[in-house]
C-alpha cells in the first residue's frame, strides 16, 4: 500500500516523560500510540534533552497549544475542518471543484444572491477566487468552513460563508487533464483538456494553468420540440444551447520580495466565442454569433506593522464582447452590439488588538477601499444606434470591532461560557448614486464547548449595477414565452439592456444561528440558521409576464391589434418592497471505515506512493513512517485512510413575497404567484449527499429535491400552471489507479492517475409542468427546462 506520514506535529503532541520512566508518545486524542509507532519514536527521539519542570510539577503535564498554521482570523471557531484524508475522499481535482462538492454546506441564505463563499488561502485574502480555483486538492493539508461573522474581519459584510483553504508547506506537481461529456439523449458534446503546474515551498508559490474545452451545439429538433406552427423542420433552425468554444490561460507567482513582507501576482485571460441558430426567415436561417474576452490581473501584499497585520490588494479587471443577432426584420434585419466594462481597485485592510478587556483582548479590523469602473456599450438596430458611456467611482471605509465579554480569563462568569459581541460600520461613496450606509452588530456564544450560538442584525444599501444600468439594448426574437393572461404560448420579441432609472436598495438581515458538535471524538456536526430579509426598492430583471406584473408595469408589455403577446420590454426594474424568512438546518457525518490503530484518529496524516516522493515534499524534520503491505498495521492504516460520509441540508422558506409598486399587487411567492418563467419558490429545498472512499476507489452520491409551486393565471383555472416537485441524483465514481492496482509496486505511470466517471442527473429528471387542461404548454417542454438531460462525464487524469 502507499507509504503513511504522521508528521513530526503528531510526535510532539504529548511532552515526553523525564527519565527515570520510559519516553511516551500520545496522539491528537490523548490515547498512547501503538507499540511498534512508540519503539520507533523512542530510538528516534532517544538523544533529546528532557524538559526542565519547576519543582513540585513531577508528576504533571502542561500542554501549551496554539491556533493551527494558517488560521483564520478571530474567535469563531470552524462549523467543520476537512482534513487531507478527508478532502480525498470527495474525489475532487481542484479548490474550484471541491467548494462546488461541499455544496449547500458552505452556501448562505443571508447575500443578495447565492454568490458562493468567501475563499482564503492559508488565513490570508487574495486578489480573487480565480488565484487559487486551480490549485489542486492533493495540495491541501485542511479546509475550514466557517460562519459568515468571520467575513468581517476580512472586510466583507457578514452574507458569506468563509472557506479557509490551508496547503502543504512544501509540494510540487504537474498535472494533465483530458475529459469528455455526453449526454445520452445525444446531441450536444463538450471535449476538453487541462495543464496545470505548482510549486509549493513556504511563502513561495509558483503556478501555471491552461484549459481549452470545445461544445457543440443543441438543436431543438435534436430534443423533438413541439413548434407552435406545427412545422416539425423549424426546430432546425433554433438552438437550444449554443455552440461554443472557451480557452483559458493563467499563472500565479508568490513569495516574500521584503523581510516579512509577503506578495503575489497572478493573472488570468479567458476567450469565449459562441454560435446559435434563433430561428428562419424567407432568407435564411437567423443566427446569433458573440465572442467574450476576460483579462484579469491581481495582486496581494501583506505584512506586520508593530503589532497590526496588514493587507494590500489590487485587481485590474477588463471584460469585452460583442453580438451579431439577425432579427428576420426587413427594416433592421441587424442588431449590433458591443460593450467593454474596465473596473480597477485596490484596498488596505489592518487587523489588531487596540486594547484589552478582562476577558480578553479586543480585535479590530479597518478596511479602506476605492475603485474606478468605465462601462461603454453600442447597439445598432438598422439605422438606428444606442450608446453607453458610464463611469462609476467609489470610496468606502469599513471598521468591525470585536469585543470578549466572558471567557476562560473571567472565572467568576465562567457559568456564562465564552460570549463576545462585535459592531461593524461601513460608509461608501458613490459617485453616480451618492452616499451610502452599511451598520451591523452581533453576538457569538458559547455555553458550552459543543455549542456554538450567533446572532446578527445588518443594515446595508447598495447601488445597482453599471451593468443594470448601461449595458447594450440587445433586441431578441421569437423568445418563446407563456403568456399567463390568455393561457398560450407565444414567440415574442424580448428587449434586453440597461435602465438609467435604477435607484439603491436598502436591506435589512437578521440571522439567528446554531451549532452543535455533540460528540467530541465523532466528526457530527448539526447546524441551524433563522434568516429574515427585507429589501427596499431591490433591483430585479423584469419578471414573468404575469397578470399582476402587467397590471403593475403596462408600459412594458405591448400586445397586437387581437390582443396577443408581442413584445417585452426586460431590462430591470426596482420594486417596492421584498421580504423573505427561511430555516435552514443541515446535519453532516464523516467517520473511517473499520477499526483504527489507537492514539491515531486525529492525526495529521499524508500519503504517497514512495519514499523518494514524500522526502520531496515533506518538510524537514517530518517524522516518515512506511508500512508493509498486508501487515495488520497496514490494513488499520487503510482504515485510517478511508471515509463514509454523509450530510443532508434542507431550506425551509417560510415567506417569500414581493411588493411590485406602492399601492400595487403583492406577490406571494410561495402562494400562487412567480417573478420568472421557473414557476414560484419552492417552499422546501433538500441536498443530500453520501459517499465511501477507500484503497483507492471512491464514490460520491448526490441528490436534491425541491417542492412544486402553482402559479395563478387570470384565464380562470385553464391558464393556471402546476410545477411538479422535482428531484435529481448525481453520482461520481472515481479511482486512483495506483492505490488499488500495484499500490507501491505500480508502474510509474499509473501512479498519480485518477479516473472518473460521473453521471449528472442519473434518472434524467425534468420538472414536469401542466396547465389547468393537463396538457404541457409549448413553453414548458422538458427540453425548454433541461435541454441537456442526464449526461455521462469521463475524464483522465495524471499527477506527475
Excluded: C
Excluded at 24 to 42: N, T
Excluded at 73 to 86: F, K, N, Q
Excluded at 341 to 350: F, M, Q, R, S, Y
Excluded at 383 to 389: L, N, V, Y
Amino acid at each position: 500500500m502507499p507509504m503513511l506520514v504522521i508528521v513530526a506535529a503528531l510526535a510532539q503532541a504529548a511532552a515526553p516523560q523525564t527519565p527515570p520512566r520510559m519516553m511516551e508518545f500520545r496522539g491528537a486524542d490523548g490515547k498512547p500510540l501503538p507499540e511498534e509507532i512508540q519503539a520507533r519514536l523512542r530510538e528516534r527521539f532517544k538523544d533529546a534533552a528532557p524538559v526542565p519542570r519547576p519543582a513540585g510539577t513531577e508528576g504533571e503535564v502542561v500542554v501549551r497549544g496554539q491556533r493551527p498554521r494558517g488560521s483564520a482570523l478571530g474567535d469563531i471557531p470552524p462549523e467543520r475542518t476537512l482534513s487531507a484524508v478527508d478532502i480525498r475522499s470527495y474525489g475532487a481535482n481542484s479548490v474550484a471543484e471541491l467548494i462546488q462538492a461541499l455544496g449547500a454546506q458552505v452556501s448562505s441564505g443571508r447575500g443578495r444572491e447565492d454568490a458562493g463563499p468567501i475563499v482564503l488561502l492559508n488565513g490570508k485574502r487574495v486578489s480573487s477566487f480565480a488565484e487559487i480555483a486551480k490549485i489542486p486538492t492533493e495540495a491541501i493539508e485542511r479546509t475550514d468552513i466557517l460562519p459568515e461573522e468571520v467575513a468581517l474581519q476580512y472586510g466583507y459584510p457578514a452574507d458569506q460563508k468563509v472557506v479557509n483553504v490551508v496547503t502543504f508547506e512544501r509540494f510540487s506537481s504537474r498535472i494533465g487533464q483530458l475529459s469528455l461529456v455526453a449526454p445520452t439523449e445525444g446531441g450536444q458534446m463538450t471535449s476538453g483538456g487541462s495543464a496545470n503546474v505548482l510549486k509549493l515551498r513556504g511563502d513561495t508559490r509558483t503556478q501555471i494553468d491552461a484549459e481549452i474545452s470545445r461544445s457543440s451545439a443543441l438543436l431543438e429538433s435534436e430534443r423533438d420540440v413541439r413548434q407552435p406552427s406545427g412545422d416539425p423542420t423549424l426546430g432546425e433552425f433554433r438552438t437550444l444551447l449554443p455552440a461554443s468554444q472557451r480557452v483559458s490561460l493563467g499563472g500565479t507567482i508568490a513569495g516574500t520580495p521584503l523581510k516579512d513582507v509577503s506578495a503575489s501576482l497572478n493573472g488570468r485571460f479567458d476567450t469565449t466565442r459562441t454560435r446559435a441558430v434563433v430561428g428562419r426567415n424567407a432568407a435564411g436561417p437567423l443566427q446569433r454569433e458573440g465572442e467574450t474576452d476576460t483579462a484579469h490581473l491581481g495582486i496581494v501584499m501583506g505584512g506586520r506593522m508593530a503589532t497590526w497585520l496588514w493587507t494590500a490588494t489590487g485587481n485590474l479587471d477588463r471584460v469585452t464582447g460583442t453580438t451579431t443577432t439577425d432579427t428576420g426584420i426587413a427594416a433592421t434585419p441587424r442588431n449590433d452590439t458591443r460593450f467593454a466594462n474596465t473596473v480597477a481597485n485596490t484596498d488596505v485592510l489592518l487587523n489588531g488588538s487596540p486594547f484589552a478587556l478582562p476577558a480578553g483582548k479586543a480585535a479590530a479590523s479597518l478596511r479602506a477601499a476605492v475603485s474606478s469602473r468605465h462601462f461603454d456599450s453600442r447597439s445598432v438596430l438598422g439605422s438606428g444606434s444606442r450608446t453607453a458611456d458610464l463611469g462609476r467611482d467609489t470610496a468606502s471605509v469599513q471598521g468591525t470591532i470585536d469585543l470578549p465579554i466572558t471567557g476562560r480569563a473571567t472565572p467568576a462568569l465562567g457559568w456564562l461560557g465564552k460570549l463576545s459581541a462585535n459592531a461593524t460600520a461601513q460608509v461608501e461613496r458613490v459617485s453616480d448614486v451618492g452616499t451610502l450606509h452599511g451598520l451591523g452588530y452581533g453576538l457569538a456564544w458559547s455555553p458550552l464547548p459543543a455549542v456554538s450560538l450567533l446572532a446578527s442584525v445588518t443594515d446595508e444599501q447598495a447601488a445597482p449595477t453599471l451593468e443594470q444600468l448601461g449595458n447594450p439594448l440587445t433586441v431578441v426574437p421569437n423568445v418563446r414565452t407563456y403568456d399567463l393572461v390568455r393561457g398560450e404560448t407565444v414567440d415574442v420579441t424580448r428587449v434586453f439592456g440597461g435602465n438609467r432609472a435604477l435607484r439603491s436598495d436598502d436591506r435589512h438581515v437578521l440571522s439567528l444561528g446554531l451549532t452543535i458538535k455533540p460528540f467530541a471524538k465523532k466528526d457530527l456536526i448539526l447546524t441551524a440558521d433563522y434568516i429574515t430579509t427585507r429589501i427596499d426598492d431591490p433591483v430585479a430583471q423584469f419578471p414573468l409576464a404575469s397578470p399582476q406584473v402587467e397590471a403593475a408595469f403596462p408600459d412594458r408589455i405591448t400586445r397586437d391589434a387581437g390582443g396577443r403577446l408581442a413584445r417585452i420590454d426586460a431590462t430591470p426594474v426596482n420594486f417596492a418592497k421584498s421580504r423573505q424568512r427561511q430555516l435552514r438546518w443541515g446535519i453532516s457525518y464523516m467517520m473511517p471505515l473499520g477499526p483504527l490503530p489507537p492514539g491515531v484518529q486525529n492525526a495529521n496524516l499524508r500519503v504517497f506512493s514512495s519514499e523518494a516522493e514524500a522526502k520531496r515534499r515533506l518538510p524537514p524534520g517530518a517524522q516518515m513512517m512506511r508500512v508493509d503491505a498486508g501487515s495488520p498495521a497496514a490494513r488499520r492504516f487503510e482504515n485510517l485512510t478511508s471515509r463514509l460520509m454523509f450530510s443532508l441540508q434542507h431550506n425551509w422558506r417560510l415567506e417569500d413575497s414581493v411588493l411590485l409598486r406602492a399601492g400595487g399587487p403583492t406577490l406571494n411567492l410561495l402562494g400562487g404567484d412567480a417573478l420568472d418563467n421557473r414557476g414560484g419558490r419552492p417552499r422546501h429545498e433538500i441536498e443530500m449527499q453520501a459517499g465511501a472512499f477507500k484503497r483507492g476507489l471512491g464514490a460520491r452520491l448526490t441528490a436534491t429535491w425541491q417542492s412544486g409551486t402553482t402559479v395563478r393565471g387570470l384565464a380562470g383555472s385553464a391558464s393556471n400552471l402546476s410545477f411538479g416537485d422535482l428531484a435529481t441524483v448525481n453520482l461520481n465514481l472515481f479511482a486512483n489507479v495506483a492505490d488499488y492496482i500495484g499500490r507501491s509496486k505500480a508502474p510509474a505511470w499509473l501512479k498519480g492517475t485518477r479516473i472518473s466517471l460521473s453521471a449528472t442527473n442519473l434518472f434524467d429528471a425534468r420538472q414536469d409542468v401542466r396547465d389547468g387542461s393537463g396538457a404541457t404548454p409549448i413553453g414548458y417542454q422538458p427540453a425548454y427546462l433541461n435541454p441537456i438531460g442526464r449526461t455521462v462525464a469521463l475524464s483522465l487524469r495524471k499527477v506527475f
